[in-house]
Nanobody, 117 residues
Framework: QVQLVESGGGLVQAGGSLKLSCAAS????????VGWHRQAPGKQREEVAG???????VYADSVKGRFTISRDNAKNTVYLQMNSLKPQDTAVYYCNAELYNSARNYWGQGTQVTVSS
């Protein structure tokens, strides 16, 4: 079992920055990759960034150059640094953990990010 807790969301003006955290607990050694996803009202959930256990990162085109995903293994935490935020980045942001050799994945409860124009 893996538990994920997101934090760091809030209200920010366009052009501002926020840093989200995803703290993992439980069988963290079984985690192969962690991704940040977001869901805006009326839209499908989309993955915006991901990082594997080997440190490989991927980004959605919409956030490349503005968002940076990183991790602190000692703290079992994955971060999403979001710069140059736009109103269209407004969404609930969730982190997701994929496990080795398993179809199971885990979700956090989400954190709201609101970017005002």
């Amino acid at each position: 079992q893996v538990q994920l807790v997101e934090s760091g969301g809030g209200l920010v003006q366009a052009g501002g920055s926020l840093k989200l955290s995803c703290a993992a607990s439980g069988t963290v050694g079984s985690i192969a990759a962690v991704g940040w996803h977001r869901q805006a009202p009326g839209k499908q959930r989309e993955e915006v960034a991901g990082i594997t256990s080997t440190g490989r990162t991927v980004y959605a085109d919409s956030v490349k150059g503005r968002f940076t995903i990183s991790r602190d293994n000692a703290k079992n935490t994955v971060y999403l640094q979001m710069n140059s935020l736009k109103p269209q980045d407004t969404a609930v942001y969730y982190c997701n953990a994929e496990l080795y050799n398993s179809a199971r994945n885990y979700w956090g409860q989400g954190t709201q990010v609101t970017v005002s124009s």
